[in-house]
């Protein structure tokens, strides 16, 4: 082994692409002419040179074991020569060439039960997700429980098509939001409510006091003795819980019980079709954790969803609809309540204020 | 053998139509998984407690590279010492997440013999990131990879693992050889990603077009989003037949048996209002029409993007630490996106030779251009001022002129000034 | 005799089809006013170096008031005695700039007698500016205007004259009585306007409905602007004869013979789409209505305003120093507006204190609420958040709770969090 | 005179409006049913009780004189029962309650040749401004000299409703913006483009220094000891020259002949008729001092309204206009040169880049 680690290879980069390509793949490259999705989770692309291909889309856990992986990897031996692929939203896609294999394969991933097929079209899809409790050290909330209580419950919007538009839902366990929830139709987000709580006597030891200072977005971090140790003191006032000392110091850890949870954010979009991309708008500012399967989140999800589903015209994001209609009429419609903290009080704060006469009871 | 914890809680999330990570998780630790058991116990316990039980990452890694692991342990380590350590080591995916699964076997077995067996497919930035390793595997898992031809991929104040859209792979809409790009840009820059230098990190993300599948707009200090500046190309008779109701809506993505209503569903819904049907003829105005995409989107059949392709880039999208979440901004409107990407990467250095000379620590670039203003930006890359870049012009009267804007520039004498004004 | 001076320059403004100031003054200078000759000879002088000639204004003023006067001085006394001092005068005008002759010319009287004859009709926050007075003059001014029952506007750090549209007194449209909204403030705040006390300056508009015809909107602190929460009334058969062109589109704004395209004008042009016109019938969504004024605006004998009225309140408008330019924002959505205005009144006393309180020297209202928050001035109100208070929520993560809103509080024990997290 | 001063009355507040009033104002007061604008200049306003007034609005200088106020009250004598009102942006308004008046009083308007009909409706009314060179210390630019100047070239817009909707036009001299030019749908303002030039001999003497310092915007202003003297120094860098040091401070002058001058400004509006209310955004940043006639700037702003006249649907204002088609077509459209001073870089300059790929060539 030694030896192995001493000839070791570095910056030799990922494999080229192609050589993850099945034959159709590199037959058609760039040569596709347009798709159509067969069924909720089935595509067929067709190309020019009058070949087609299905993709066959399906939930997965991201988190996941190698034992799962392998079970995927033997369904695409047997059905898709040996490839599949990941898309960006951790969904799996077998894709074959052959039409014949259409109805196996389908009967293959329902008789595997951890494979359900869908997440075209207008549906709710996979859930982008961080770590969570499964792995990092700063979380709020857990990641993959949440995501599997939500996705269970909108299990019925993954695999159809009955929603006016994409519903597109993100994870993050906390403000460094991994997941870039930032843009989503719907994000969870986890938030921690309490200033850090510091740990004077190995702070000095642990972290780099002026480093730790200068993290603070709103300079509520000072140096200070305490019990004769160099540290520093929070001005809670000015602290709005971002945990970015955390980052920088272990010593000042945010994590609580009772003051950590789950804010929801809706309304956000990437894509540039018909309206330009837009912020994630905020909905609910704190649910609290709920383990294991976090029943308030996920009603509080769904009935936005349903509210949407039910109010918006089709192709319209939940961003559009919302700023069709009016956020006032959001909450009026949704039933969510509106509070000092959805007033925004951050740079830009002004920008969002209502300077108009315009609004609806 | 494992030591299999009792987890109620979590047990719960094995209900439900939902494929569940517990029960994958399960099976794995029943199989004798040590780490896999402990994980289990150890988020158990988080469940109970509503608190996570990992430290602080400490500072692990593999010599000769600053990143692509993170440190990890577990602060309960007697209680789960099959995770006492728990590092991450991010390895590079193949470019649009295409596997053979003979390859990726290659890193499951070496995972399965060195590591804990867990896997995120993937990381948000892209990476495949192998979950829970002790720290003395690092070395060797690494070297392993490296021998089968895997790399680690980027983490902190580095270049991050660059990833892309399917693309021309198998979407019809793709303007841009996402791929490529993306794997010529991870080729060249692979200083740049293992040995971190910035003041923070730096991620590229390759869209084929503005529909952004991979969200290049939103997750990436970089957006390369492919689009066109021709005209949009119409099939009339596949107009015709989308009107006739023959071919369904937006491929099929409202169901087989949605039909496109043409006003309500595209002219109506086209954000600049250039789009027109009469006498059932489409038309469009390609000079007002802002290539969004929707059109093409609810009838591929009839519409394509046009032929002169390229790509639109967007600079310093970036998550909310510390000034809030941003998106990209228009930095170029359009550049042809031709190997070996020349013109391109003489953008992209004049960019980090900016970032570099004047980022504050922990200052991504887009903060940074907030800091010192796009204009300041734009010129240090050697761009032109247009009007694309902006949303609208300014709307404060705070201009700034530098000296020798204004003639007889700034330097004044007061008591020329006196003699024409007594004090 | 006044000295007339020669002004190539400025009879270049005596040509042209809209009236000439110039030409004005001139007259008057001819006639023998000494200030006026001088003023042109100044401004000659001005358009000559592409400078201004007035000094910085000195602390001049009338006893027992700290506003009101604008000290002026010239810095070229030796070549214009005339306008050596030319302070102006801010004079209150009659709500909504209603004159009776008779009246008018006490004022007119006193200043040709006293001061310079030159009058801005009005300045810019309303008041009757009279133009140019020696310091010696303006005590006697004063108090021969008051004699006359004419008072001082405001000036400095202080409540500046309101002022209002011409409402109800000949506008279909007024939702409140504007005139006597502005005449109630200005009598009840006397004080608050002739002694300055303040952080700096503060405004009141007053707008009978949203066409906003003194751009109360933009222009003052405090907006009162008239709205109704009820229907808006339809007249069908005016509907009909709009639609029929038997009437002018728009009041003839647009001239007599135009008709309104009741689809194009009307129904598409609606910012929330909440109309529609059906077999010859007009319907409005008014859940939907923002009141925008648009539909009443193109048709206003077929449509008016709903019978439930009051007035919406927007503060902190301003000009851009310091932090740039700010419209009023929406603090009450709706008030009852009735004669003696005591829940408007208490509202206002609330705003002031708080302002007053936090507001650090010439900083506007406006611009304190940017720095404290929107919810920091409405608690300090007394009113409750509501959506209708922004375009839209947060998008920024940056949320902050006070101590008592989370439980448990704020206070932890470090070694608590050790027992359950080794370090 | 002096027991008059002594005796002087305090607090009084101006003159009740209804004094005001003519009897037909009085009678119908909130009674109004509705308004049409028989031609440029004349509305007539009628009531539920039957009555009806007519309105003449004339263009004024509102930097006027008493003697022409006096035959403007003449005129109200004569055919408006002595009383008469200005508008809200400074035209006059003659207020007859007999029709048999109208035709001998617009005759009237037109032997007195200084009081033109006009600003009604779809037209360019009279522009807002500030003092200039007239009165104020401040001043870029002059401001009724301009005025005039423009409404010379513009008079055809009127006396006429043959624009797609109401142009606002405004003109402030110096960035505190008297004219609140910041929401008009062109605006016209005076600037400085060189930073204070200070007199160091005399500073310390006319200014509190702190207080001066305290003004900067920027923090471009420090204290300094120069020649022995305490004083101040201004980092030119950072200087954008808003003045308000000058406004605090006599001995930091910044007119200059070279340095002042013009930019304009597009698109604001205050109504909430259709759109919400909107800034003016910056089209021109520089147009030098050209008195008498001020011929770029003038020529530059009949560009705009000529454009925007042939270009806009109807209803249109010149801000949503540009919107719809977009700033880029507005800069194509117009000729407008766009350069780095037109974009964004004070406090909400983020907010104002293109965070899209949606954009117009
Ligand atoms: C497979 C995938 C790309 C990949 O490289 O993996 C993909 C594939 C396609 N996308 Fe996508 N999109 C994929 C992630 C995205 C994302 C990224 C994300 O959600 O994080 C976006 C941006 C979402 C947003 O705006 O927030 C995205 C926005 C779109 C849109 C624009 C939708 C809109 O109206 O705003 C289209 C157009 C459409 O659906 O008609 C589109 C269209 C398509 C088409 C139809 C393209 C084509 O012709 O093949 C593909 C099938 C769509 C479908 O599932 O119905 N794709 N697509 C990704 C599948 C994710 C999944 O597992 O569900
Ligand atoms: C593993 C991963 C989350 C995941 O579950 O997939 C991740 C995990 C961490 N991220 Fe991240 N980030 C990951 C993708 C992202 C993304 C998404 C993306 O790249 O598309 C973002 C948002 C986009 C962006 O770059 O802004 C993201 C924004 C952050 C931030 C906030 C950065 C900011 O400028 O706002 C931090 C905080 C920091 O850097 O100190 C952060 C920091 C972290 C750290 C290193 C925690 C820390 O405070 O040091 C996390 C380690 C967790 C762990 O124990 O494994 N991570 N991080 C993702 C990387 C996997 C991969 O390589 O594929
Ligand atoms: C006379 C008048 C301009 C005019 O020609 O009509 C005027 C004249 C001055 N204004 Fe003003 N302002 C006048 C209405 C305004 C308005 C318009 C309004 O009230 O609707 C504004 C914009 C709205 C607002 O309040 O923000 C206005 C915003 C300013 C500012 C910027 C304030 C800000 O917060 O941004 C200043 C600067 C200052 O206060 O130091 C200012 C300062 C000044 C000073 C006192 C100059 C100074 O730096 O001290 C000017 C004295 C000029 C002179 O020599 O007469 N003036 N000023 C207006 C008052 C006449 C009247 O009482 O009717
Ligand atoms: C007389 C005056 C009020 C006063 O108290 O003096 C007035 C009077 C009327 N306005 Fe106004 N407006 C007057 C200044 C304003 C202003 C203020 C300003 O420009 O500084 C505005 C806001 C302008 C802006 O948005 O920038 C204003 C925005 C409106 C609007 C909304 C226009 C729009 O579509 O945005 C209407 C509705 C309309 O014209 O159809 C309106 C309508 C009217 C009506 C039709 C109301 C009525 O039924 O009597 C009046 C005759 C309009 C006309 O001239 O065509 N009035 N109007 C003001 C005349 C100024 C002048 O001399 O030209
Ligand atoms: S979002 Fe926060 S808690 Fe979650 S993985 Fe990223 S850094 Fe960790
Ligand atoms: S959590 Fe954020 S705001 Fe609070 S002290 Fe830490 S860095 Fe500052
Ligand atoms: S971004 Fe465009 S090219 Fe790429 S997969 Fe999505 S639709 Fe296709
Ligand atoms: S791509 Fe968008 S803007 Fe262009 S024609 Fe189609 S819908 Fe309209
Ligand atoms: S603001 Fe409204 S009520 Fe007042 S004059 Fe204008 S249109 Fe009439
Ligand atoms: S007032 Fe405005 S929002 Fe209401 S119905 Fe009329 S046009 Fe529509
Ligand atoms: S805008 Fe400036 S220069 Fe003009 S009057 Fe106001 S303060 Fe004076
Ligand atoms: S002009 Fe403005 S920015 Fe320049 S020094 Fe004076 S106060 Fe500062």
Sequence with gaps: MAEIVANKLTDIGPPKYDEMWPEVIKKNYGKWLYHEILEPGVLVHVSETGDKVWSLRCAATRLMTTMHLENICKIADQFGGGFFRFTTRNNVEFIIDDESKLEPLKKALADNGQLPLGGTGASVTNIVHTQGWVHCHTPAIDASGVVKAVMDELFDYFNSHKLPAQVRISLACCLNMCGAVHCSDISILGVHRKPPVIEHSHLDKMCEIPTTIAACPTAAIKPAKVDDFKSVAVNADRCMFCGNCYTMCPAMPLADAEGDGIALWVGGKVSNSKSMPMFSKLAVPYIPNEPPRWPTTVDTIKKIVEVYAGDAMKYERVGEWAQRIGWEKFFEKTGIEFSHHHIDDYRFAATTWRTSTQFKW | ?423
């Design chain 2, 1 to 423: 053998m494992a030591k299999l914890h009792d987890t109620p809680m979590l047990d719960e999330l094995e209900k439900g139509p939902w494929p569940s990570f517990v029960t994958d998780i399960k099976k794995l630790a029943e199989a004798g998984n040590e780490p896999c058991a402990d994980l289990l116990g150890q988020l158990e316990l988080s469940y109970k407690d509503k608190e996570g039980h990992w430290k602080h990452g400490g500072i692990v890694g593999v010599l000769g590279y600053g990143g692509g692991v993170i440190g990890r342990y577990s602060d309960v380590p007697e209680l789960f010492p099959g995770v006492e350590h728990f590092h991450t080591l991010r390895v590079n995916q193949p470019a649009s997440k295409f596997y053979k699964t003979e390859r990726l076997r290659e890193v499951t077995e070496i995972w399965d013999r060195r590591g804990s067996g867990m896997l995120n497919m993937h990381g948000s930035t892209g990476d495949m990131v192998l979950l829970g390793a002790f720290t003395e595997e690092l070395e060797p898992i690494f070297a392993e990879l490296t021998q089968k031809g895997w790399d680690l991929g980027g983490s902190g104040s580095a270049l991050r693992t660059p990833s892309c859209c399917v693309g021309k792979a198998r979407c019809e809409y793709a303007c841009i050889d996402t791929q490529d790009i993306c794997y010529n840009l991870t080729m060249e820059f692979q200083d740049e990603m293992h040995r971190p230098a910035w003041p923070y990190k730096f991620k590229f993300k390759v869209d084929g077009c503005p529909n952004c599948c991979v969200a290049s707009l939103a997750r990436s200090d970089c957006a390369i989003i492919g689009t066109w500046r021709d005209d949009i190309r119409i099939d009339q008779e596949k107009v015709a037949a989308y009107v006739a109701g023959d071919i369904a809506a937006n491929g099929g993505g409202h169901g087989l048996d949605d039909k496109v209503d043409i006003k309500a569903d595209v002219i109506d819904l086209c954000p600049t209002g250039c789009m027109f049907y009469e006498d059932g003829k489409l038309t469009i105005n390609n000079a007002e029409c802002t290539r969004c995409m929707h059109c093409i989107n609810v009838m591929p059949q009839a519409l394509r993007p046009g032929l002169d392709k390229g790509a639109s880039i967007l600079i310093g999208a970036k998550a909310p630490i510390l000034d809030g979440a941003q998106m990209g901004s228009l930095i170029i409107p359009f550049i042809k996106m031709e190997e070996p990407y020349d013109e391109f990467k003489e953008f992209v250095e004049k960019m980090w030779d900016w970032w570099d000379e004047n980022g504050k620590n922990r200052e991504r670039i887009g903060e940074c251009i907030q800091r010192l203003g796009l204009s300041a930006f734009i010129e240090a890359c050697d761009l032109d001022p247009i009007p694309q870049m902006v949303k609208e012009p300014r709307s404060n009267p705070y201009i700034f002129y530098k000296e020798d804007e204004v003639p007889g520039g700034f330097e004044r004498d007061i008591s020329d000034y006196r003699k024409k004004h007594a004090r």
